[in-house]
Each structure stands twice: as structure tokens, then as C-alpha cells.
């Protein structure tokens, strides 16, 4: 871990993680409190919250940034993300404790820039997942996992480097993702899937109301995906010493799937 620590590799990583987290929060939560503020001369217009436009929001943001800093850190954006990638071994455990850091400092400081450009909204609650009226704990967890999986399983079968199939654009695939993710989950949850981003809507708005399920629901929802992808979709031929050097050092090992000569890496890998 030390020699890791010690790279200018390491720590262009981690600020990309941490603009592009800043820049898709800000991007992303900003339209979805510009309904707020209607088209002047439009004094017809009601002020209601249009899905479609915030799930592509989110998803766009998304693609760009992975587009923008993916040869870089990966462009994880989602402690979720990270996670799933660490049980996949396709990072050390220093790195992902660094990226969900730098993900969540992200989140906090373009929140806390978006409530200052919207300050003049009356109960701002700068996009604050919560949980809908008829819906419980349990189903608001419910929902978070199966959004969240669908994200993460997609993340590794876009960026597995095993496939010769694939001819569109990963990044796009994702954002695709994310967007069909708030499809699902805007009108039960707000749609959280991102822990970090979650974060800092709650703590800039001091209001941690139910805030366990939109940490604990993404974390479960992408370790299921790595675990199953890894070991049931499209296993990896490697041992536990493997998997520990990864998770130690960094050095990512060469995974092949079982009974295939593939040396390739999997992962969207920086440069």
C-alpha cells in the first residue's frame, strides 16, 4: 500500500474523483430543483417535478463524466460503484477508501455550492432522498438494491476487457443505467443509488431521516452484483493470494474467464 500511496498516479486518481464527483452532483441536482424556478412569462406553467428529464440528467452527467476523467481514476462517482469494483479486485483497498472520500467530499462541496446558487428557494431540500408516503423501511431498501444492482452489474460487464462484443460506448451504457435507475426509483425513494451523493444532500440540509437505507441499500445492491458477476455470470479463474496481492499493493492480476487463454485486463483502467 505504501508504494501505491506514494504515486502521482495514485493522487490524479483521487482529485478526478473528486471534480467529477463535484461536477455531477452539482449538474444533476441543480436540474432537479430548476423546476423551482419557472420560464418567466410562463404564467401558466405548474411547478411539477419532470422524471424523465431529472433520470437524464443524472445518466448524461454521468456518461460525460466518465467520458471526461475514465482513463484517469476509472470515474467510479459512486462509493457503490467502488465497492463492487473492490470485491471484483479490480482495485486495493487503499484506493477505494481514498475514491469514496474523495466522492463524498465531492458530493458535499457541490451541495453546499448549490444551496448557496439556490438560496432563495423557500424549504430547499437540495434534492434529499426520502422516502414516499405509503412506502416503508424495508421496500424503500428494497428498491435502492435492485437500482443499485442493475448499475453495478452493468458497470462490470460494460468495462470487462474479456468481451469482443461490445462495439457502443461504456460510458453511455452507464449513463443509461443511471438514468433507468431514477426511472425506477424517483417516485419511491427519490432515488439514491449513489451513498455519497445521499451524503451530502443530508448533511448540507441536516436531515438524516432514513438515511441508513440509501447507504446500506446501494452497498448491498453492488456487492451483489460484483459477487455474482464475478462467480456466477462470468467467473474469474484466480485464488485467494491473487485477490489479496490486488487488494494489498494494487497490482491487478490478469483474471481469465474458466477454461479460456484471455489475458486482458477488466477493468476501465487508468493510463
Request: charged share 15%; with cysteine; net charge neutral.
Amino acid at each position: 500500500m505504501a508504494s501505491e500511496f506514494k504515486k502521482k498516479m495514485f493522487w490524479r486518481a483521487i482529485v478526478a474523483e473528486f471534480l467529477a464527483m463535484s461536477l455531477f452532483i452539482f449538474i444533476s441536482i441543480g436540474s432537479a430543483l430548476g423546476y423551482n424556478f419557472p420560464v418567466v412569462g410562463n404564467k401558466t406553467a405548474t411547478a411539477t417535478q419532470d422524471n424523465v428529464k431529472v433520470s437524464l440528467a443524472f445518466g448524461i452527467a454521468i456518461a460525460t463524466m466518465a467520458q471526461s476523467v475514465g482513463h484517469i481514476s476509472g470515474a467510479h462517482l459512486n462509493p457503490a460503484v467502488t465497492l463492487g469494483l473492490l470485491l471484483s479486485c479490480q482495485i486495493s483497498l487503499l484506493k477505494a477508501f481514498m475514491y469514496i472520500v474523495a466522492q463524498c467530499l465531492g458530493a458535499v462541496v457541490a451541495t453546499a455550492i448549490l444551496s448557496g446558487v439556490t438560496s432563495s428557494l423557500p424549504n430547499n431540500s437540495l434534492g434529499l432522498n426520502a422516502l414516499a408516503d405509503g412506502i416503508n423501511s424495508g421496500q424503500g431498501l428494497g428498491i435502492e438494491i435492485i437500482a443499485t444492482f442493475q448499475l453495478v452489474l452493468c458497470v462490470l460487464a460494460t468495462t470487462d476487457k474479456r468481451r469482443n462484443d461490445i462495439s457502443g460506448s461504456a460510458p453511455l451504457a452507464i449513463g443509461l443505467s443511471v438514468a433507468l435507475g431514477h426511472l425506477l426509483a424517483i417516485d419511491y425513494t427519490g432515488c439514491g443509488i449513489n451513498p455519497a451523493r445521499s451524503l451530502g444532500s443530508a448533511l448540507v440540509a441536516r436531515n438524516f431521516t432514513n438515511h441508513w437505507i440509501f447507504w446500506v441499500g446501494p452497498m448491498l445492491g453492488g456487492a451483489s452484483a460484483a459477487l455474482i458477476y464475478d462467480f456466477i455470470l462470468a467467473p474469474r479463474c484466480s485464488d485467494l493470494t491473487d485477490r489479496m496481492k490486488v487488494w494489498t499493493s494494487g497490482q491487478v492480476e490478469e483474471y481469465d474467464l474458466d477454461g479460456d487463454d484471455i489475458n486482458t485486463r477488466v477493468e476501465m483502467k487508468p493510463k
